[in-house]
């Protein structure tokens, strides 16, 4: 049977996860999306059961002439708002960028939140990026939450970031309070990422997130992570190198040297495969 006289014209994707962090990604060089179309596909590729299912949609774009930069991209939350950085993200882009010979292993690629550097292992699954700097750090802060006082934390790691430090995170009603948090007066307009992180021994934390744009708790969060590592090497818990172990159960590795922001870890292309806009109800 011909798929596409019964469905119409597919959609070629590619089906990456960074540490349980799952995204869509499309080559859109040739297909050519305009990214105002992009928010609606997002939302119904991303839909579980109903679509591809996803924690957020990477569209693969030609970079400017001239601009030094192998690629750009286009990234996008599941509800369909677009996001300046997505550090588990950038890995899997960078790695899918090298799989199709886009780029080299190492190089450079745009994104809202400025040129990332990423450095493909071509013998393993490891991929590692430069972040932005992170920026806007606040200490010592607190928000109350039902008539409770909470102290946070907070940084921009390339999108914002609350970090709550807990000894027991596994009592941390994280969708529940991190919904509290990610809405709360304090943060808007825009809101914010919640991470709630406990120290599990010298240089190793372990991390549960709140994501905006998913709005649920994520299996990991690659800019989350690095969040909670500067705010923890800011209060002595944490030296340069941190080892962050996320609810999936995959370690990150975040370096803070030189004034520099790295993070380190897997980046796995799970399945190829193609899906009908309209199927999902898409004019494109």
């Not at 002439?65 to 960078?94: K, P, Q, T, V």
């Not at 699954?125 to 907070?154: A, C, G, N, W, Y």
């Not at 009603?173 to 021994?201: D, I, M, Q, S």
């Not at 299996?219 to 999936?248: D, F, M, P």
């Amino acid at each position: 049977m011909d798929l596409e006289a019964v469905c119409g014209p597919s959609v070629p994707f590619f089906k990456m996860q960074g540490c349980g962090n799952d995204f869509v990604c499309v080559d859109n060089r040739e297909l050519g999306y305009d990214p105002a179309d992009m928010p609606d596909m997002v939302v119904a590729v991303c839909r579980r059961a109903f679509g591809v299912g996803a924690d957020g949609m990477i569209f693969l774009d030609q970079a400017p002439a001239g601009s030094g930069l192998a690629y750009i991209w286009h990234f996008f939350n599941a509800d369909g708002s677009r996001a300046e950085m997505c550090g588990n993200g950038s890995r899997c882009a960078a790695r899918l960028a090298w799989m199709l010979g886009l780029a080299p292993a190492s190089h450079v690629f745009g994104t809202d939140a400025g040129p990332i550097e990423a450095v493909v292992d071509p013998d393993s699954s490891q991929v590692t990026v430069r972040l932005t700097d992170p920026k806007d750090l606040r200490m010592d802060l607190t928000v109350e939450i039902e008539h409770q006082e909470l102290p946070l934390h907070f940084v921009n790691t390339g999108v914002p970031h609350a970090v709550a430090v807990v000894e027991d995170l596994e009592a941390v009603e994280v969708w529940k309070l991190g919904r509290a948090v990610r809405f709360h007066e304090f943060f808007k307009p825009a809101g914010t990422n919640v991470n709630f992180v406990a120290v599990e021994g010298p240089g190793r934390l372990s991390l549960r997130t709140y994501e905006r744009g998913v709005e649920d708790e994520t299996y990991a969060c690659g800019t989350g992570a690095v969040a909670s590592a500067v705010v923890a090497r800011k209060l002595g818990l944490t030296g340069e190198e941190t080892v962050i172990t996320t609810t999936g159960g995959e370690e990150l590795g975040v370096i803070l040297k030189d004034g520099k922001t790295y993070l380190r870890g897997a980046a796995e292309l799970v399945f190829t495969g193609a899906f009908f806009p309209q199927s999902l109800g898409l004019d494109l």
